[in-house]
């Protein structure tokens, strides 16, 4: 079966939301490109996402863990307030038991609550009011055999990027996901052309994972 995971933002969505069980739906795709799991095989991944990027980080993040494949799998997770957290029940199951899945799970939270708290409390080393850079505390790891994989606002790019510039990661072992730039996901409407004459580039096709590197040499990309 597949799952959807759809925040009601908008006419489309507050259109689906209203849906009852047995009516028809149509999907098309997907659409674009995805993160690179078989040339990664082998390495550590960072998993950082933020609010929303949780969705599109979701299926990388079991695929890992399920897989074997990987040396060591990170999720740093940074959301708003408890309430907020997307699949949480998951999320506190990775807290508990993450460490026999070779996975290590840390979440910050901007709005304190009683639930917030409760979980610092039992997870004080992993849970903590802040930002999702602030999770990159004490954690150590070989930047030569390791690949990072973010997704979440616009802004948490700049600050994430940075943060594993400044830990000697290579551009080209980030990996971004952009889908926010995307409408008609097929090149057709424009809306996600970023470059410039002589350089340009559809998010919707030759995206939506893109390196850091593409980010340096493409313009308006992040």
Known sequence: YIQLCIRKVGRMTRFIHRMK???????????????????????????????????????????????????????????????????????????????????????????????????????????????????????????????????GPPIMYKFVIKELLDRKLSPGRIYMTLERRMRCGVGKCGHCIVGTSTSIKYVCKDGPVFTYWDALSTRGLI
């Open 21 to 151: 069980e047995g009516e028809v739906v149509g999907i098309r795709g997907p659409y674009g490109n995805g993160f690179p799991m078989e040339m990664m095989e082998g390495s550590n991944l960072i998993l950082v996402a933020g609010g929303l990027g949780m969705a599109p980080l979701r299926s990388v993040l079991w695929y890992a863990i399920d897989s074997g494949k990987y040396e060591h799998v990170w999720l740093l997770y940074g959301t708003k307030a408890y309430e907020d957290i997307l699949f949480r029940d998951e999320i506190i199951h990775l807290l508990k038991h993450g460490s026999s899945m070779n996975c290590s799970v840390k979440l910050a939270y901007e709005v304190e609550s009683p639930s917030c708290i409760y979980l610092e409390g039992g997870f004080s080393d992993r849970v903590c009011r802040g930002v999702v850079t602030d999770l990159f505390r004490g954690e150590e790891f070989d930047v030569n055999n390791t690949y990072a994989l973010i997704c």
